[in-house]
Structures are given as structure tokens and as C-alpha cells.
């Protein structure tokens, strides 16, 4: 049904794929740039449903109650639980991430870097933490508007360096234009 309805979202309004996805690559942090737009969710989705990449998103569990949690369930959320951890404090947002990416044989979570819908000199670097602890890659997915084409662009594997593998992935996210691109990536 999803499928379906991705297939509709893409036609009415002439977008295309660019599927690139890396061939048995069952793992991995996604991340989605640029986010400058709330309308940014819906192409995304529709594009991972149309090249049947099982992308999840993660929300706090308190949220993931009755017909909500049914539908945020649906398009692939999936509950972070912040539960003590032995020294009594919460884990955090990473360790739960790294702890679902190190407990399944199949995760791919989609993060968006800038943690936010407008313009940020900064990305924030849990996604990055996640991968290099999880040893998974980060693929980068991008929505480019002025192009309607949502496709997947590259695959980085997290090797410590940080901040220069950071700017390797808004390199090429300077190239995608947003829905809003005077909020893209600076």
C-alpha cells in the first residue's frame, strides 16, 4: 500500500529516483540533506518505499501510543527508550541507536545531520558516533528540488576522522538544492 502510495506522491509531482543504494548493504546510518522543508518527510519516505530500502526513523516511545504509534509505525518509526543503564544513569539517544544497529541484522536509520529545518554553519555529530560505534557506513540520501530527484549519493565509511569526513558529506550536499535552499548547507 505504501509502495502505492509513494508511486502516486512521485508521479503527481514529476519527481524521479536516482537509487543508488550500495548492493547488500543491510546496515547503515542514512542521513537526509538537505532538511529545509517539512515536506522534506514525505518525499523521502516515498522514495526509501519505492527503492525498497526498510529506512527507520526513531521518536521517543512515549509518543508511540495507540492509532499515533500505529501510523508513525507504518512509516517506519521505531521507539527509543532511554531506559537506566548499570551506573543508573539514562543511555543516551547514540547508545540506544548503537545498541539497535549492534541487536538487529538488518537497520537502516535515517537521521537529518543539522538537527534542524534552517540554515546551520554546524552538523550535529551523533550520527556520525552512531556509525563509527555500530562500524556501519553513512549513506548519504538527498531530496534536490530543483532537479525533482531523490536518490542516494555516498557511502562513508566512519574511519575517526571526523570533522573531514563531515565535509566530504556537505561537499556533495552543497551540489543538492533544498526545498528552501537558502536555508542548504553552508
Request: charged share 25%; hydrophobic share 45%; glycine share 8%.
Amino acid at each position: 500500500m505504501m509502495k502505492l502510495i509513494s508511486r502516486f506522491v512521485f508521479w503527481i509531482s514529476d519527481w524521479t529516483l536516482n537509487d543508488q543504494w550500495p548492493k547488500g548493504l543491510k546496515k547503515a546510518v542514512l542521513i537526509a540533506i538537505p532538511h529545509t522543508s517539512n515536506w522534506d518527510i514525505l518525499y523521502a519516505r516515498a522514495a526509501f518505499f519505492l527503492m525498497d530500502i526498510p529506512v527507520r526513523f526513531t521518536i521517543k516511545k512515549e509518543v508511540m501510543v495507540g492509532p499515533l504509534g500505529w501510523l508513525l509505525s507504518g512509516l517506519g518509526a521505531i521507539a527509543i527508550d532511554r531506559k537506566r543503564i548499570p551506573g543508573g544513569r539514562k543511555q543516551t539517544y547514540t547508545e540506544a541507536m548503537v545498541r539497535m544497529l549492534n541487536e538487529r541484522d538488518e537497520l537502516v536509520i535515517m537521521v537529518t545531520p543539522e538537527g534542524t529545518r534552517s540554515a546551520v554553519k554546524k552538523w550535529k555529530s551523533g550520527f556520525y558516533h552512531i556509525a563509527l560505534e555500530a562500524n556501519v557506513p553513512i549513506v548519504v540520501g538527498y531530496l534536490d528540488y530543483k532537479k525533482k530527484e531523490a536518490g542516494i549519493g555516498p557511502c562513508i565509511y566512519p574511519d575517526g576522522n571526523m570533522d573531514a569526513q563531515i565535509e566530504e558529506m556537505k561537499v556533495f550536499g552543497r551540489t543538492v538544492t533544498g526545498r528552501h535552499p537558502e536555508k542548504g548547507i553552508v
